[in-house]
């Protein structure tokens, strides 16, 4: 074991063979670190990474369902090394930690390093940045390193320092084909709609059968504005998302009499979570397609009914995944790399439920950091089919392999390269790559 393993404060066993600190000795971090030290995960995200990547096959409890969770690849050994402190949108990641802790990854000899962090605003120059060339230096020592292209999508151009260097494979955010979700039915209509819970009051229980009313029916189709009293007495109001927040539109509903609120995405894609703020009524979203489909039931049987099944379920839906996410960083890389393909790939990113370290066990988060480790995973498994294979030629089979023509930026319109890169890996075709493109990058 590695490191701080020796350190009986330090929990290290078969999974975490190896854990670093190098913000402990940082002056200007003494007043933080000494709430944080032996190399602990101060805001959760590290663990929520690590975990995407490597973490054990298991079963868990999730809002009344059994659900099994796994990393990408789940008998992987990992190594710790921290390097930022403070909170997870106020800390700092000093440049000297990185650096050093790059350095200490080629000393254990690593196979896969995954970078979760990444700079904001415009990309500096990897062939001056002082982490980009120490991971340049660390893939001509054999290592392939993945990291997050950034989440100041989608405006193109926006990837971040060092996913612009041509020797990291940087990799954007995409949705995913799964949601654990309530069930809306509809009485001798469409049925088992996923429908994700909104932050409002938590639903414990199935609601309903009960009356379903379109909001468009007694008044305005987005709730936006205000609802006659006693229209929607009782009942499950349906209603179209936009133009104004979720929180006036269940205070809208429920003003009219409704118990309970499900709303339709504008969009195409999945249904996203809701913050409905102070509502005092429970919610879920359904998708734009199932929603007009539950429109018109609704509109051609009067009185229709419905119901809200509880507990959540772990429902599929291919016109979910693929779908890349409006945060994702986008394409062209900027002088001097400007014809380097950014990012290199897409993978999920958005609510990615892992491994938390913040008074839970788990936690749903979304970013480019997420997708990320998927990738770092998938290098993993190919590196344990292929030991001899080079970082090229790891990078070469997951990108000559993946499937371009399933992204959308919309669930229709077709992405393009500098919004998807090399698509979404396909590890089965990977694994069975020929012929490979060697990465040369002038220092």
């Excluded at 600190?21 to 690590?50: L, M």
């Excluded at 009485?187 to 009313?213: F, M, N, Q, R, Y």
């Excluded at 090399?422 to 790559?433: D, H, I, M």
Aim: glycine share 12%.
């Amino acid at each position: 074991q590695l490191g701080l393993c020796d350190d009986p404060e330090v929990n290290c066993n078969n999974k975490l063979i190896g854990v670093y600190d190098f913000i402990e000795d940082d002056p200007e971090t003494e007043d933080v670190v000494e709430e944080n030290t032996k190399g602990r995960d101060n805001n959760g995200h590290g663990s929520h990474v690590a975990s995407i990547a490597v973490g054990n096959r298991l079963n868990i409890p999730i809002d009344g369902m059994n659900v099994t969770l796994s990393g990408v690849a789940p008998r992987a050994n990992l190594v710790s090394y921290r390097v930022c402190y403070g909170s997870l949108f106020e800390g700092a990641c000093p440049g000297s930690a990185i650096v050093a802790a790059i350095d200490q990854a080629v000393s254990d000899g690593v196979d896969v390093i995954n970078f979760s962090i990444g700079s904001t605003g415009s990309p500096g120059n990897p062939r001056i940045s002082s982490d980009s060339r120490a991971y340049l230096a660390a893939r001509e020592a054999g290592i392939l390193v993945v990291t997050s292209a950034g989440n100041d999508g989608p405006d193109p151009a926006t990837v971040g320092s060092p996913a612009n260097a041509p020797w990291m494979v940087g990799v954007g955010s995409a949705s995913h084909d799964r949601v654990l979700a309530l069930g809306f039915d509809l009485i001798d209509g469409p049925s088992e709609l996923a429908c994700e819970e909104g932050d409002g009051p938590e639903v414990d229980e199935t609601v309903g059968p009960a009356p379903v009313v379109f909001a468009g029916d007694v008044g305005d189709p987005l709730g936006c504005s205000a609802l006659p009293a006693g229209s929607m007495n009782g009942s499950i109001a349906l209603v179209s998302r936009g133009d104004c927040l979720f929180e006036t539109k269940a205070a809208n509903a429920a003003a009219a009499g409704a118990d309970f609120m499900v709303v339709f995405n504008n969009v195409a894609g999945p249904p996203v979570r809701m913050a409905l703020g102070v509502s005092t009524i429970s919610s879920c979203m359904i998708t734009n397609d199932q929603g007009i489909a539950a429109r018109d039931h609704v509109q051609s049987n009067p009185g229709a009914m419905g119901r809200v099944n509880f507990p959540i379920r772990r429902l599929k839906n291919d016109a979910y995944g693929d779908i890349v996410s409006s945060f994702s960083a986008r394409g062209p890389a900027l002088a001097p790399v400007e014809n380097t393909l950014k990012p290199n790939l897409i993978a999920p990113g958005s609510q990615i439920r892992a491994a938390s370290d913040q008074g839970q066990d788990f936690a749903t988060r979304q970013g480019t950091s997420m997708a990320s480790p998927h990738i770092a995973g998938a290098a993993a498994l190919l590196k344990s089919v292929h030991s001899d294979w080079s970082p090229s030629q790891l990078a070469t089979a997951i990108e000559t392999t993946a499937t371009p023509e399933l992204a959308t930026i919309d669930g229709v319109q077709p992405a393009n390269p500098r919004e998807r890169g090399a698509g979404r890996p396909q590890l089965g075709e990977a694994a069975k790559a020929g012929p490979y493109l060697n990465v040369t990058a002038s220092r």
